[in-house]
């Protein structure tokens, strides 16, 4: 059974790759991924500005209060090898190169001009087999206009294309007027790989508080149609690989991933729940499953269910609503 | 060899040659020495090695003894070993100091000369500590400059190596050992040049080993001690030539010459001062150029006071002399004169017709304690003093005695400020980063130009919104200034606000230069200058520039930092360096200072620089004065007579003006003089919105200062209040009809938030906001104050309708504690505020040493206060180390008065009356109802004892007011309580008498600048903990718990403040000894100050401070004196712990011993917390299996 996929030029020996979580924040559970078969890993996003609010406030919290008061005119050692922002990010890609034989793609959560640049070629040095973009941009200024917002992906894409060697790829977010524009623009662009989707976290309301609450409320199979649709309609217009993610839990949301036409599935929430060790069984019954179904590889199964292959192109578009919406019947109905 | 030039101030001058040269260093924070012991501990944590190669081996004692004993063993031990100290901490070392010299054991004590505590404490400079240590044997060195610090502390080294004789290094506090100046650094080569390692090698060989065995510390008998101590004569005697030896060496190997005593001055001086420690480099500038005026004058510098040498000092004096004029920075009450004064006069006695044709004319007087200034004025009028036919011997110099008439009179327009340098005067606020940038600056033109620079910064006795003031030098030749700049080219005034209450620009020299920091532009800024300010300007044809430094600030991310942006004014307009080079310099030192902590920090700082110049401008000054408006008053109108005639001046910067006949005689102060100083340094207030108040209390509760308050009172006081007073029904039912108002003090808060943050009632239409609110304070200074007068006359409840056991209740509470010097948002204010609301009225407090006690009783005012009755809590410190036997000593006194008058009232019977008699004795006294009750018992009997004619009844006149009950409480830190007072506490604990000891627990020695403890908890960095806290934190409460006997609470307000109430309410009640342990955050932990009662919150559901409450009276009802208040960890330690600094540095700076310690430090709380849950449920089952049996 050949399981093997080739995303953002990499070759991997399955479609599994597990996506930006906490979880690689330890090296131990970077070890245990590949352990369980996992084909990839995207590192945790390394942020910008919380390196920047950390500086901020590492100086804030070191020097409040100093310099006031005879008896106490500081309040902490001076420490002066001090391990800041992205020292420990790049680090800890450094050491999972080390430990691991798998591909490592870090992730750049960035804000600044200057820091995409810097960063990117700081993931690359550290030893980093890819880069994802993790553009997280959510627009609240109601002047900005819709092509500012794809200016600002572009460019990003373009400053660190032009800065780095790795394969790039950049995760997006479904809200774009014309999604396939959007996306064929990045692949022209240099884009090596499109990924599917970025989860904003949503906020929430704490009645009890009468506060805005931030929890993470993990995905479910349910999420993935949303992704399941456009990797199905992308398929055939962009060059880029494509990686599949939110609501991959199961053998099922892969199959269906890779016959939409996705080059990988990512994997979150189903690991954060479950444990990394969850991998392997959605792995072994990936086997079976192609097995059963009498699929010989990932390869024979990639896209044949996408827009352009399947027997119902319409069914990704306006006719699948109107289908759906007639097939509705009211319970008791 | 490579001369390599720092810019340092004495206290690391001193740990660098000290570290250089130790392979142990035992340490413990004492102002001003702390930072010796700082350095030490962060270059051991970096790895940083001594001249043989290895890292010496710091560690922390529990007290200045125990750094003594420990020193004291590691040098029988063999090696190399030192500390560090000064004041009370040098007198708890002296036991051991004895014994050190006795056995000629080879060390140096590096001690920053302090004052001691007398009258009152005083953390800033004399000789009375190390005078103190004269007799125990110690060689004693002195150094007056930062310079000699470092090259007298290597030389004290190598002497005491080849002596035997101990040495005592000792350079004045403050101004020596805080004095930032630019020195030559030793180098590792001249150091090892100057300490021979045979003689090393002898000290080593002279240690106890078993494989060598021999003893020391014998008990020895009447018939051969006495020979025994004869012993040592030699090596005393041999000692001065030693250090002579190692001068000589020095000045061989470094280029720098020193003599056991220096004389600078005339040849054939006729008048000669001696003097030691910075003083004598006031004194020789001072000297010097007064026989370049013709005078013949001189100086001798004592450099060996121990074993002090005659015949070098004799040989230091010209033949010449007629008069030696000796001064001691010391006092020695009763003695015929201070130290060096006899050590002179005996000299000249025994020795002098060696030397000169006939006898001197000695004389002694006392300069500079406490750091009082001493300038070439006192100098010259002490030497003016000596050539008078009848000049005045045991004289004073510096302060004006208007009662026995020590004083000399000063000519203070004498000066001798270097003409080539620049002088100036920088006055910031703490929180500004004045003293930092000026600390920056003295480094980029002491490192990058040839010039001598020196930098010496005094502080506020606040510790919120308080003022510094930094006096720079700069110039060509060496600064021998150790005092406050008198004539200044250029003045800074970083905050506008000093314009309203002091003369900045008294100090100005014509045609210097005036920078402002102001809102107003420089067409502006004229009208908004007082009188004074003006008239100096126009007079001194000053040179005025201002710059919107907090708008430039806020422009470029700075927040409330304008360090940067004024340290490049300074560079651009004073002319110091060429500006371009000068900005390039400072972004050099931005670099520098900030690179560790990231990129944007110095972006932000650089941007800073670059904007500064364009918002910078030069005032056209007019040709009139147009101000009409003084300076503000330092106290308000209806202050008393003492707080206007004495504290007034302290509070406007005049106490040196003070007279002797101003202050009390044995340091009694009154209470309740905070309330005078009007502050106003809060930028915003709370304001109240009554629409949306559950009127719960809490805010009440946690403010750190009392400005915040709230009463319940008859609703037709309401029909008087000022326009803006706001009022409401009071919700508690027990009141109903009566109104409720929260009222904010405008000028006493210091705008710390904590209410606003802790206030539980959110605007249901605007959840942003809730029932306080923060607002602009000045527009609403006056209407409030209006408003806050009026509240202050509403009467309070009457104490018996409070229910005292709730949060809600105690708001009605009158504080006793009040606009305290503490930090912004402090977290153990509220605890003490507390203790004064509900006992203060009958409460002695004794408190230990340390924060609470500076914003409890450092001058200029006290927040201790008094009620309308005059009531409230009498209060002293004693020392850091014994305040649990200080308490207790209170609770003996009281109880035995209070027993003798229950003698003497059964006496006086007869007279008294039966019932009266019987009422006071039985009286129950449990609650606030029966104490009243007996206050007006007490009251009756002594109005009928006033006709009693007999002695019995004058002695039950003065003690029948502890018939009523009285609280004694117990305060201090963690420092005190689990370390340096512990023996004590553990004591006092035992002794099952009615004592209530408050632990104010910030895990840290806050007052000294977070030096760790024994309660800081595993992974946090501290100071002496640079590489984390190792181990877990002492788990005090269960420690007194095991007596069974003592009423013990853990308690977090922030966690569940009815649990603190109803803790403190027992604790008192409980008649035996109690002890609370309170969380205080705190600003050594590095957080957010206005959410720190959020920090108190997650401790506790970490499980990492667990709240419960173990009272032996339980017992007595059969019940298990355990009770948990708070559950099992609902969180992870991490989340708690990991939004404060303290732990983040380590996560930071070594990150896998960060982790490895969390991992620790989580396991200490599922530990700690299954231990309670078992005690809690144990003791109840073996009660139960009691019952079964």
Known sequence: MDLTTQYMGLKLKNPLVAAASPL??????????????????????????????????????????????????????????????????LNMIAKAKEAVGIPVIGSLNGYSTGGWM?????????????????????????????????????????????NVRIPVAVKLSPYFSSFPNMARTLDENGADALVLFNRFYQPDIDLENLEIASNLVLSSS?????????????????????????????????????????????????????GINHAKIVLDDLVQWMDKHDYASVKEMKGSLSQKSCAQPEAFERANYMKVLQSYKPLGG | MKRVQVTIDGNEAAAYSAFKVSEVIAIYPITPSSSMGESSDEWAAAGKKNIWGTTPLVQEMQSEGGAA??????????????????????????????????????????????????????????HSDVMAARATGFAMLASGSVQEVMDFALMAQAATLEARVPFLHFFDGFRTSHEV?????????????????????????????????????????????????????????????????????????????????????????????????????????????????????????????????????????????????????????????????????????????????SYPKVLGGRYGLSSKEFTPAMIKAVL??????????????????????????????????????????????????????????????????????QGYFVYDSKKSGSMTVSHLRFGPNPIRSTYLVSQAKFVGCHQSVFLEKYNVLEKIAPQGVFLLNSTFGPDEIWEHLPKVIQEQIIAKNIQFYVIDGYQVAKDTGMGLRINTIMQTCFFAISGVLPKDEAIEKIKGSIKKAYGSKGEEVVRMNFNAVDQTLAHLHRVNVPARVTSTVDFLSPVSGGAPAFVKKVTAEIIAGRGDQLPVSAMPVDGTFPTGTTQWEKRNIALEIPVWDPSVCIQCGKCVLVCPHAVIRSKIYDAALAEKAPATFKSVDAKDKDFAGMKFSIQVSPEDCTGCGVCVETCPAKN???????????????????????????????????????????????????????????????????????????????????NATGCSSIYGGNLPTTPWTFNKEGRGPAWSNSLFEDNAEFGLGFRLSIDKHSAFAGELLKRLEPQVGTELVKGILEADQSEESGIIAQRERVEALKKKLVSVRSNDAKHLLSLADYLVKKSVWI?????????????????????????????????????????????????????FAAAGKPVAKKDLARIAMTYGSVYVANVAMGGRDEQTVKSFIEAEKYNGPSLIIAYCHCIAHGINMRTGFENQRLAVQSGYWPLFRFNPDLLKEGKNPLTLDSSAPKIPLKDYAYRENRFVMLSKSMPDRAQMLLEQAQQDVYRRWAVYEYLAAQALESKQGEDRS
């Open chain 1, 24 to 89: 690689s924040e330890k090296l131990d559970n970077i070890k245990k991924m590949e352990d369980s078969g996992i084909a990839a890993v995207v590192f945790h996003s390394l942020f910008e500005e919380q390196f920047s609010l950390e500086a901020k406030a590492s100086q804030y919290f070191s020097e409040q209060g100093t310099e006031s008061f005879a008896e106490a005119v500081s309040y902490f050692p001076k420490v002066t090898d001090y391990l800041l922002g992205p020292d420990e990010y």
């Open chain 1, 118 to 162: 810097k960063y990117a070629k700081d993931i690359q040095s550290a030893g980093a087999d890819g880069l994802e973009l993790n553009v997280y941009f959510v627009p609240t200024n109601p002047a900005l206009k819709g092509s500012e917002v794809e200016d600002v992906y572009l460019s990003v894409l373009k400053q660190v294309k032009k």
């Open chain 1, 222 to 274: 349910l999420e993935n149609r949303l992704t399941l649709r456009w990797i199905a309609i992308l398929y055939s217009h962009v060059g880029a690989s494509l990686a599949a993610m939110t609501g991959i839990h199961n053998v099922w949301d892969v199959v269906k991933m890779l016959m939409a036409g996705a080059d990988v599935t990512m994997m979150c929430s189903a690991l954060l729940l479950n």
């Open chain 2, 69 to 126: 004993g420990a020193v004291h063993g590691a040098l029988q031990a063999g090696s190399l070993t030192t500390t560090f100290t000064a004041s009370q901490g040098l007198l708890l070392m002296i036991p051991n100091m004895y014994k050190i010299a006795g056995e000629l054991t080879s060390t140096v004590f590096h001690v920053a000369a302090r004052s001691l505590a007398c009258q009152g404490l005083s953390i800033f400079g004399d």
């Open chain 2, 181 to 357: 100046a630019k020195i030559d650094r030793l180098t590792d080569e001249e150091i090892m040049e100057i300490i021979k390692d045979d003689l090393v090698l002898a000290h080593r060989q002279r240690a106890l080993s078993p494989d060598r065995p021999c003893m020391r510390g014998t008990a020895q008998n009447p018939d051969v001690y006495f020979q025994g101590r004869e012993t040592v004569n030699p090596f005393y005697d041999k000692c001065p030539g030693i250090v002579e030896k190692v001068m000589k060496h020095f000045a061989k190997t470094t280029g720098r010459a020193y003599n056991l005593f220096d004389y600078y001055g005339a040849p054939d001086a006729e008048h000669v001062i001696i003097l030691m420690g910075s003083g004598a480099e006031a004194g020789q500038a001072t000297v010097e150029k007064l026989v370049q005026k013709g005078q013949k004058v001189g100086l001798v510098k004592v450099r060996l006071y121990r074993p002090f040498s005659m015949d070098h000092l004799l040989a230091a004096l010209p033949k010449s002399v007629k008069v030696i004029t000796t001064l001691d920075r010391t006092k020695e009450p009763g003695a015929i004169g201070e130290p060096l004064y006899q050590d002179v006069v005996n000299t000249v006695f025994e020795r002098g017709l060696t030397r000169f044709a």
């Open chain 2, 384 to 453: 003016d003093n000596g050539l008078k036919k009848e000049p005045k011997n045991h004289f004073t110099v510096g302060i004006t005695d208007d009662v026995t008439h020590t004083s000399l009179e000063c000519d203070e327009s004498f000066t001798i400020e270097d003409e080539a340098g620049v002088c100036a005067i920088f006055y910031g606020l703490g929180a500004d980063g004045t003293v930092g940038a000026n600390k920056s600056t003295i480094k980029i033109i002491g490192e990058n130009t040839p010039n001598y620079a």
């Open chain 2, 764 to 846: 249901k239409k605007d959840v942003k906001l809730k029932a306080i609110n923060m607002q602009a304070q000045p527009p609403l200074r006056d209407e409030e104050r209006k408003n806050w007068e009026f509240f202050l006359d509403i009467p309070y409840l009457d104490r018996t309708r409070v229910k005292q056991n709730s949060v809600r209740g105690v708001q009605s509470l009158n504080p006793l504690f009040e606009f305290s010097g503490a930090c912004g948002g402090c977290g153990e204010t509220p605890y003490v505020k507390l203790l004064s609301q509900l006992f203060g009225d009958r409460a002695l407090i004794a």
């Open chain 2, 971 to 1023: 305060l201090g830190g963690d420092g005190w309580a689990y370390d340096i007072g512990f023996g004590g506490l553990d004591h006092v604990l035992a002794s099952g008498r009615n004592v209530n000891v408050l632990v104010l627990d910030t895990e840290v020695y806050s007052n000294t600048g977070g030096q760790a403890s024994k309660a800081t908890p595993r992974g946090a960095v501290a100071k």
